[in-house]
């Protein structure tokens, strides 16, 4: 099993920054790709941007193309996002996911799941 702790969310005005992490534990060796997704209030779960555990792909949502980076510290076993020039839009709860493949960017490959973050931005 892996667990999955996010942190980092907050209130924030419209174009300002901030950076989610995501520490695991666990058996971290089964985890391809981490992940993270979001959920908005009246709205499903989106993918936002994954990165291959071993490697450097990256894959990001085009509606966070340019403004938001994937990193990792392997030694902290920690996932980031980065998350630049914010908009009201973003507003959702974040959800860092750990993922069974590389190259599928649905929730059904990720069978492990952080709590959540709220991130909200104001207008």
């Known amino acids: 099993q892996v667990q999955l702790v ?12 901030l ?9 971290t060796f089964s985890a391809y790709a981490m992940a993270w997704f979001r959920q908005a209030p009246g709205k499903e779960r989106e993918f936002v941007a994954a990165l291959r555990w071993i490697g450097t792909s990256t894959y990001y949502a085009d509606s966070v193309k340019g403004r938001f ?8 076993n920690t996932v980031y996002l980065q998350m630049n020039s914010l908009k009201p839009e ?3 709860v974040y959800y860092c996911a750990a993922g069974i493949s590389w190259g599928n960017y649905t929730p059904k490959n990720y ?6 973050t709220q991130v909200t931005v104001s207008s």
């Open 6 to 17: 996010e942190s980092g969310g907050g209130l924030v005005q419209a174009g300002d920054s």
């Open 19 to 27: 950076r989610l992490s995501c520490a695991a534990s666990g058996r």
């Open 69 to 76: 980076t994937i990193s990792r510290d392997n030694a902290k």
């Open 90 to 92: 973003d507003t959702a």
């Open 111 to 116: 069978p492990y799941w952080g709590q959540g």
